[in-house]
T-cell receptor, first 116, second 112 residues
Framework: GAVVSQHPSRVICKSGTSVKIECRSL??????MFWYRQFPKKSLMLMAT?????????EQGVEKDKFLINHASLTLSTLTVTSAHPEDSSFYIC????????????FGPGTRLTVL | QKEVEQNSGPLSVPEGAIASLNCTYS??????FFWYRQYSGKSPELIMF????GDKEDGRFTAQLNKASQYVSLLIRDSQPSDSATYLC????????????FGTGTKLQVIP
């Protein structure tokens, strides 16, 4: 149980384009989903907390207009990187917590974004 | 002071030995504690969680929590080369917000 999927697993795009990443909880309902990014050999950096039906809460220093998060249902959250630049190239990982569970976060497999 | 501190390592242990990974945290209000394993290029996977002081065992893994000392550890018995990964300690205050703070991780190398 507690399986989280992400799509796509890998994406290469040109600078200036937008990229949408989907995060789905496959076998449970998730009130809260989190979006992280991770640079090579660095630790996880929380970007935002996403609650179903409400606006995402962004961490300090994360541009909300650049990283658009939508959490339309209890099983789906999307992250859109708008006007991507090479410095946005990173490993983006989502996680989810169970609807009536603990704070345990279950991670998706991640999306590796490369912006040319 | 970082909220969650871990020694970055690498921690090298021979195959079959016990690996001991340590983590300290600064927020005394922390209630939930997690250990994740992350292989290079992959996302973290949950190993176990612990809420109460003492030991919690799951197979070859034992989590130990001491809230008075603000210390949590993970023991891996009979270490295998496949255990070589980065181990992330994570701490949460629990409650509605559900935000978890991660340490930077300890890299474990199990030498065959």
């Amino acid at each position: 149980g507690a399986v989280v999927s992400q799509h796509p697993s890998r994406v290469i795009c040109k600078s200036g384009t937008s990229v949408k990443i989907e995060c789905r909880s496959l076998d449970f309902q998730a009130t809260t989903m989190f979006w992280y990014r991770q640079f090579p050999k660095k630790s996880l950096m929380l970007m935002a907390t996403s609650n179903e039906g409400s606006k995402a809460t962004y961490e300090q220093g994360v541009e909300k207009d650049k990283f658009l998060i939508n959490h339309a249902s209890l099983t789906l959250s999307t992250l859109t990187v708008t006007s991507a630049h090479p410095e946005d190239s990173s490993f983006y990982i989502c996680s989810a917590t169970l609807l009536a569970g603990t704070d345990t976060q279950y991670f998706g497999p991640g999306t590796r974004l490369t912006v040319l | 002071q970082k909220e969650v501190e871990q020694n970055s390592g690498p921690l090298s242990v021979p195959e079959g030995a016990i690996a001991s990974l340590n983590c300290t945290y600064s927020d005394r209000g922390s209630q939930s504690f997690f250990w994740y394993r992350q292989y290079s290029g992959k996302s973290p996977e949950l190993i176990m969680f612990i809420y109460s002081n003492g030991d919690k065992e799951d197979g070859r893994f034992t989590a130990q929590l001491n809230k008075a000392s603000q210390y949590v550890s993970l023991l891996i018995r009979d270490s295998q080369p496949s255990d070589s990964a980065t181990y992330l300690c994570a701490v949460s205050r629990s409650g509605g917000y559900r935000k978890v703070t991660f340490g930077t991780g300890t890299k474990l190398q199990v030498i065959p």
